[in-house]
């Protein structure tokens, strides 16, 4: 295995573009490195792009929040601005794993995992978030669900990568909340995942975006079940809608974490937690 | 192999190995430099037994490559006392039996020691919840809870 | 039950004696309670004519 | 040697909590265990396992392996000795396989090379030919007919004629007349159980350092329950003489029971022998999960029948266990705990023991009982609340004690199960409210604890203090209750005392550390090697006295005439009597070689609040209390210990834990993130009460500790989360996906 320790993004790239074999971005490596341990694959290249400029950074401008790649999820908890206006996606990357990881373990990384269980990646299709993707010809700018496109695959082609993650700027009366479900309190892989994202005009929803994790191959936007929650005020019934339509978009599979049946249900008893918890949020950020 | 040249700090020595591109620090640590207080329960970053900080922030060593570790400040279960001088937490670990065979004890004091710096005043749910990544099949987390709840106490009260 | 024997492995002997299709559960392992009192292994524990006795599968633990 | 017959002996060390010896080593890293020795020269080990569930094995071919720069050796089945019979054939056939794969994880070769990974790349260079056969691993499908048969002829002369080869042995006792007691009954509940088989779950890994010369020395260090017993079962497997392998305990990080089997170390070895250097071999958690002892799992039939007032008028138990691809699943010992708490006149048990493609089970914690008191206690349970009686009161009323026949045969010796009902009768616990959507259950359990082979040596120093050699690895603080005990005896200071876990070539055979035997066995060859030495040092005061032996006593520490006709001497403290010792006669050495009988079996009843969420079947343990006899405690805090680490893992096994196969007869989660033991965010505090009813056959009262704990737990659990879930759970582990299930079903 070669290692690599690149100075830039085009670096990273350049690298990544001229070589053969299997190639993997080194960030937090709590994926990378299981991998290699439990000999499920082990990369011919390995580019370790925590030391590029700018990646360990978090920053706020006009356009929204932009995080480094190389992030901890540590260090985004510890980000009191950012926890106060992305709870839901702050809450979401703080539950994977356990406290070591989470002092290497990075949000990108967990995306470009591509793993359909992944507790990062609801949460930041719900917030609208976007990616840099930088390759050999040049940057764009990539929804979040536009990059996994099945388990353990992604859309980015040969020598790209993701150089920044980007969160839409917060107005008031918006908030987010993730929940998961497993088996233990903590440690688990998701059995279901769901986000919901909220924007809040004198307690009726105006917008909403609902995402669930580990209940299809990539995790789903629910464009449905959030039409039923816009124009509410999140009473019974509209909860049942969105508890049902939860439901119903689910395409989840029997393994060992749980059952197509228990999958579908409590993806639609998640969404309703999930959706009051954000709701709640939004009215007290009033 | 392609074995590579490390410089790195350990407890606050400053050490060196060579070691494979594929070893981990965790392998690092015990084969390379000796240091075997951290141990190795799964591997994949599950158990906790392989704790340390790296430039003062608690990872799972066996998480981390040893070429990762150039340039930084890595601290060890064997860096926690001074000298002969034992961690107020260690010294409560032994006189609580907050450790039965001990596999697990090296990980826990050094994640323990890790929350106490960061928090000095935790309540009982947020010591559990900072150690669920550190697996202990022996005690059932109790002696082990109130150890470091009874540490952090103390210490609370001694600064 | 009949049997001559002074000790817990006379009584083996003479059991396996007398009931041949004893043979693979004495050879497996086992161990004799006499009056309550499990004898693991001991094959020179005594045994009297009053005593209650039992056979087990010899006792294993975790 | 029975209970001292000193009435309310009053003990100065004995019952109190002075820090473990090796309490300092253990929290600075400096503590030694399997992975943490290194010798000079040494080569790493590695393992190839079979990726399938049962197959033949038509060829290996090593040659591109043993290509690769830096691989030393490599071995297979061929390299082991061919004249091993009975349970180490057994041994054998699971350490390294003969001709057929009979589990996934099953070792088919094994290479030795410079470092660990040029080994783990090396055995994947092996080529090997299976011819893939099929394959069960349901206990209850392995039952049937057209079941694949695992291995022809394995059963023995036990097993009812018709039954499938799979089935290899067969169980049954009770007495009374059952039909009769079930037509006296005024409710008779039958019900079907099952539990998966779940994993000792030790955070330490396997983990040896072997070196064996082709003079057939050798020199293995390795974590262990008992490395007497590897000493002798290596040798065997490996045709050397058992004296000339030395095997040194390392420090073991958990056992349980799945460190009293060999794994590795014959491996280790044999690659030593052929490449004339040292071998370490270390698991990886996924090897520990695929290839070592997980518990049975079970499927068991149980009837009871009850009246109206609480007296149980019969029950009946059919435990069919399988125990991985060999016989030994513990159906007796499942059989005989299952109604142990209960004094019956009609009552009868069935067992059988089933092969199946999985691993070789291990023993773990009271190996067989736990999942017996599930399946009874939950129809207890269910028979309680049909006819509305007090759970508590019907077990006191049903209770063994001392004289009543127990259900697999024996009258009872003195017994605390009734102490432990009442004290947890009047425990605040049990009065304590509950909110809406919890449920409370409680639950007894039985464990036999053992004696064993036991040889310790009691050597003092010139200076007064002691070195105590016991040939038993400390797994959970035994180090401490042992310098407690000789400390008692002597009469010196708990820290004048150090005790060392000795090599195989310093003292006489000790059995593996199991059964709950550790303190009970090795705590009484202690007091007896202690009371050897006091004998001895009261000698050497008699003659520096001259005056007869018989007239000096010991106490405080200190040799003392008998009485005014025995003389007038000034107490003779210990450390005066051994600075002399070389010119009085001698080194002074207390010892004791013998099998202590009169293990004194326990009793627990535990009671536990747990709190169902009705939308997603997750279970949340809100409130636990082990109450348990220990005879006599002798490290109180060590005792507690043991009782909230079996509560803790009956937790795990309740809610959690499962082996998980697939279709293809592959374990599916061969790790810690899916094989989900539990962690500290999942647990209440665990409180215990500690009841003495001294055991008889201990001169402290000792009854063993360490399995009683982990039987309860799974019936006490399923009977809180039943009553929380207002349905029935009749299978472990109630994860949330079954009980959820169980929920909709009753909906």
């Known amino acids: 295995m070669e290692y690599h320790k690149p100075g830039s993004f085009e670096e990273a790239t350049t690298i990544a573009n001229n070589n053969n074999g299997i190639i993997r971005f080194l960030a937090g490596g709590t994926d990378v490195l299981v991998q290699l341990r439990s000999d499920i694959l082990t990369p011919d290249v390995l580019i370790d792009i925590k030391h590029i400029e700018g990646v360990k950074d978090i920053s706020y401008d006009d356009d929204g929040w932009h995080i480094g790649i190389a992030v901890s999820g540590a260090e985004m908890s510890e980000h009191e601005q950012l926890a106060k206006e992305w709870p839901g996606v702050v809450e979401a990357m703080d539950l994977i794993g356990s406290t070591q990881v989470q002092g290497r373990a990075t949000l990108v990384g967990n995306l470009c995992n591509g793993s359909p269980a992944a507790d990062g990646v609801p949460s930041l299709i719900s917030a609208r978030a976007q990616v840099t993707v930088t390759g050999p010809n040049g940057t764009r700018m990539v929804n979040v669900e536009d990059i996994p496109i099945g388990p353990g695959k992604t859309s980015l082609s040969k020598g790209e990568l993701v150089s920044a993650l980007h969160l839409p700027k917060r107005t008031k009366n918006q908030a987010d909340a993730y929940l998961r479900f497993i088996p233990r309190t903590e440690m688990d892989i998701a059995v279901v995942g769901c986000a919901v994202n909220l924007e809040i005009e004198n307690d009726l929803i105006i917008n909403a975006r609902v995402s669930l994790g580990a209940v299809a191959p990539t995790a789903l936007l629910l464009e449905t079940a959030a039409k039923k929650i816009i124009g509410s005020k999140l009473d019974d019934r509209a909860l049942n809608q969105l508890s049902q339509e939860a439901s119903k978009a689910c395409k989840p599979i029997d393994d060992k974490r749980g059952t197509i049946r228990f999958r579908t249900h409590v993806a639609g008893v998640l969404a309703k937690r999930t959706a009051k918890i954000a709701y709640d949020r939004a009215r007290a950020e009033r | 192999m392609n074995k590579i040249h490390v410089n790195t700090e350990v407890n606050g020595d400053d050490v060196e190995f060579l070691c494979d591109t594929r070893e981990t620090l965790l392998d690092a640590l015990r084969d390379r430099l000796n240091l075997t207080g951290a141990k190795e329960g799964c591997g994949t970053g599950d158990c906790g037994a392989c704790s340390i900080t790296l430039d003062d922030r608690l990872v799972c060593s066996c998480l981390v490559l040893g070429v990762e570790a150039e340039g930084k400040s890595i601290g060890t279960v064997e860096g926690i006392a001074n000298g002969e001088d034992l961690h107020p937490l260690q010294q409560k670990f032994i006189e609580y039996a907050a450790l039965q065979c001990g596999i697990c004890t090296p990980g826990i004091l050094v994640a323990t020691e890790a929350l106490l710096k960061k928090n000095p005043d935790p309540t009982e749910t947020e010591v559990r919840y900072w150690l669920a990544g550190n697996l202990c099949r022996c005690t059932g987390y109790d002696k082990i809870i109130r150890a470091v709840m009874d540490t952090a106490r103390d210490l609370r009260e001694a600064s | ?62 | 040697m029975a209970l001292d017959n000193q009435k309310n002996r009053e003990f100065k060390v004995v019952g109190t909590r002075p820090d473990r010896p090796d309490g300092l080593d253990k929290v600075t890293g400096r503590a030694k265990f399997g992975a943490d020795a290194y010798a000079t020269g040494m080569l790493h080990a590695a393992i190839l396992r079979s990726p399938h569930a049962h197959a033949k094995i038509l060829s290996i071919n090593t040659q591109k392996a043993e290509a690769l720069k830096g691989v030393k050796a490599v071995v297979t089945r061929k390299d082991f000795s061919t004249s091993v019979t009975g349970e180490n054939w057994n041994v054998l056939e699971n350490v390294m396989a003969g001709d057929t794969a009979l589990y996934d994880g099953h070792a088919i070769a094994a290479i030795a090379a410079t470092s660990s990974l040029i080994a783990r790349d090396a055995i994947k260079l092996i080529e090997i030919t299976y011819d893939i056969i099929p394959h069960v691993t349901d206990v209850d499908k392995a039952m049937e007919n057209g079941a694949p048969i695992i291995r022809a002829n394995a059963g023995d002369g036990s097993v009812p004629k018709g039954m499938h080869p799979n089935v290899v042995r067969y169980h049954e006792s009770g007495h009374g007349d059952l039909e009769a007691g079930f037509s006296s009954a005024d409710l008779v509940i039958e019900d079907t159980f099952k539990t998966e088989a779940t994993h000792q779950g030790y955070i330490e890994p396997h983990a040896c350092l072997a070196q064996l010369g082709g003079d057939g020395k050798g020199e293995l260090w390795c974590c262990t329950q008992g490395h007497f017993q590897v000493q002798k079962v290596c040798a065997a497997l490996l045709d050397i003489e058992t004296s000339a392998l030395r095997v040194t305990a390392s420090e073991i990080g958990g056992g349980f029971g799945g460190k009293t089997a060999i794994f590795i170390e014959p491996v280790a070895l044999a690659l030593s022998r052929k490449t004339n250097r040292p071998v370490k071999l270390v698991m990886s958690r996924s090897e520990v999960f695929r290839a070592t002892g997980p518990t049975s799992s079970t499927s068991m039939d149980i009837k009871i029948g009850m009246k109206k007032d609480g007296t149980i008028t019969a029950g009946s138990g059919i435990f069919r266990l399988q125990g991985g691809a060999f016989p030994g699943a513990p159906m007796e010992f499942t059989a005989m705990c299952a109604f142990a708490p209960y004094n019956l006149q009609n009552v009868q048990q069935i067992g059988y023991d089933v092969l199946n493609n999985r691993p070789k089970q291990a023993a773990y914690r009271a190996p067989g009982s736990p999942m017996a008191a599930f399946a009874v206690e939950s129809v207890i349970d269910e028979l309680c609340n049909q006819l509305k009686l007090d759970p508590i009161e019907v077990r006191l009323k049903n209770a063994s004690k001392e004289g009543t026949k127990a259900s697999f045969g024996p009258k009872w010796d003195k017994i605390g199960l009734v102490e432990c009902l009442e004290s947890a009768k009047n425990h605040p616990h049990y009065s304590s409210p509950l909110l809406e959507g919890q449920g409370r259950g409680i639950s007894s359990g039985f464990w036999f604890n053992h004696g064993g082979e036991t040889a310790v040596s009691l050597a003092l120093s010139e200076d007064g203090t002691a070195a105590l050699s016991v040939g038993t690895p400390d797994i959970g603080g035994s180090r401490a209750s042992m310098c407690q005990f000789a400390a008692e005896e002597l009469g010196i200071p708990y820290e004048k005392i150090r005790t060392t876990i000795a090599d195989t070539a310093t003292l006489g055979y000790n059995e593996v550390s199991h059964g709950s035997r550790v303190t009970y066995a090795t705590g009484l060859a202690t007091i007896k090697a202690a009371r050897d030495a006091v004998k001895k040092l009261c000698a050497r005061a008699a003659n520096k006295w001259e005056i007869d032996e018989d007239a000096v006593i010991w106490e405080d520490g200190c040799a003392k005439p008998s009485g005014p006709n025995a003389g007038s001497f000034e107490p003779m403290p210990l450390a005066e009597i051994t600075k002399k010792m070389g010119k009085t006669g001698g080194p002074i050495v207390g010892h004791f070689e013998a099998t202590p009988e009169g293990a004194g079996v326990s009793f627990a009843t535990h009671i536990v609040d747990a709190e169902v969420d009705q939308e997603t079947g997750k279970t949340k343990i809100i409130k636990y209390t082990v109450i348990q006899d220990a005879g006599k405690a002798i490290h109180p805090s060590y005792v507690e210990g043991q009782y909230q680490g079996g509560a803790a893992q009956g937790i795990g096994w309740a809610l959690n834990e499962e082996y998980i196969y697939g279709d293809d007869g592959r374990l599916q989660n061969s790790g810690f993130l899916d094989y989900r033991i539990p962690v500290a965010s999942d647990l209440p505090m665990i409180d215990t009460v500690i009841v003495e009813v001294p055991n008889p056959g201990h001169p402290y009262g000792v009854r063993g500790v360490g399995e009683t704990s982990i039987c309860p737990p799974l019936a006490a659990i399923a009977n809180a989360v039943s009553n929380a879930a207002g349905v029935r759970l009749k299978e472990l582990p109630m994860s949330p996906v079954r009980i959820l299930e169980a929920l909709e079903n009753k909906a």
């Open chain 3, 1 to 62: 039950m009949d049997l001559y024997a002074n000790n817990t492995g006379e009584l083996l002997i003479a059991l396996v004696e007398k009931f041949p299709s004893l043979k693979h559960v004495v050879d497996a392992g086992v161990s004799i309670v006499i009056d309550g009192k499990v004898m693991a292994y001991s094959l020179s524990e005594p045994v009297h004519s009053e005593n209650e006795i039992y056979l087990l599968q010899r006792i294993k633990g975790g």
